[in-house]
T-cell receptor
Framework: AQSVAQPEDQVNVAEGNPLTVKCTYSVSGNPYLFWYVQYPNRGLQFLLKYITGDNLVKGSYGFEAEFNKSQTSFHLKKPSALVSDSALYFCAVRDQGSGNTGKLIFGQGTTLQVKP | KAGVTQTPRYLIKTRGQQVTLSCSPISGHRSVSWYQQTPGQGLQFLFEYFSETQRNKGNFPGRFSGRQFSNSRSEMNVSTLELGDSALYLC??????????????FGPGTRLTVT
């Protein structure tokens, strides 16, 4: 079965420090991977995706993610955290086990808390 | 372009009632997916529609149904509401849908509370 795991419920980081939000995946074949962010009482906002190509993917708001096939990981990173980055972050993978579908399988989410 | 819009934003219903939620995708997007978000289960896939056809359905009971219209707008219906149906229902649209690499764009959601 295909799955996504976000091993940390919460990540705390000081403003200005680098941040990492972890994600590991389990899929058959080549994965399509995504990161989304959710602010309180809002829907999900797309940050970035990995389909193929360079292992380092750059996205919105200064975020980037590193795809590591051998470790089946897709960690989200940012060199310098802002207080406004505090939100709930979701990693997702396209479900390749249900035919021609755009269905996403989401991790449980990681709350990022950036303190001034 | 305007984003994905969902109506209503908030809804309070009583057990046993039914509810219809509406989603208007980004102009030009032909695929609409629905997800349920709860604190306990996280984000769960409900259905995906493309060109008025249901491509895929998640593991939800038959009380959950949906449809898509010729203008790509979509509705989902939940009949005989249960307390456990209380959730944030999110709609997402994408240009092509299917097993493509295109990302999905989410609306703000409809917060359904069942009492």
């Amino acid at each position: 079965a295909q799955s996504v795991a976000q091993p940390e419920d919460q990540v705390n980081v000081a403003e200005g420090n680098p941040l990492t939000v972890k994600c590991t995946y389990s899929v058959s074949g080549n994965p399509y991977l995504f990161w989304y962010v959710q602010y309180p009482n809002r829907g999900l906002q797309f940050l970035l995706k990995y389909i193929t190509g360079d292992n380092l993917v750059k996205g919105s708001y200064g975020f980037e993610a590193e795809f590591n096939k051998s470790q089946t990981s897709f960690h989200l990173k940012k060199p310098s955290a802002l207080v406004s980055d505090s939100a709930l972050y979701f990693c997702a993978v396209r479900d390749q086990g249900s035919g021609n579908t755009g269905k996403l399988i989401f991790g449980q989410g990681t709350t990022l808390q950036v303190k001034p | 372009k305007a984003g994905v819009t969902q109506t209503p934003r908030y809804l309070i219903k009583t057990r046993g009632q039914q509810v219809t939620l509406s989603c208007s995708p980004i102009s030009g997007h032909r695929s609409v997916s629905w997800y349920q978000q709860t604190p306990g289960q996280g984000l769960q896939f409900l259905f995906e529609y493309f060109s008025e056809t249901q491509r895929n359905k998640g593991n939800f009971p038959g009380r959950f149904s949906g449809r898509q219209f010729s203008n790509s707008r979509s509705e989902m219906n939940v009949s005989t509401l249960e307390l456990g149906d209380s959730a944030l229902y999110l709609c997402a649209s994408s240009p092509r849908g299917g097993a493509s690499s295109s990302e999905q764009y989410f609306g703000p959601g409809t917060r359904l509370t069942v009492t």
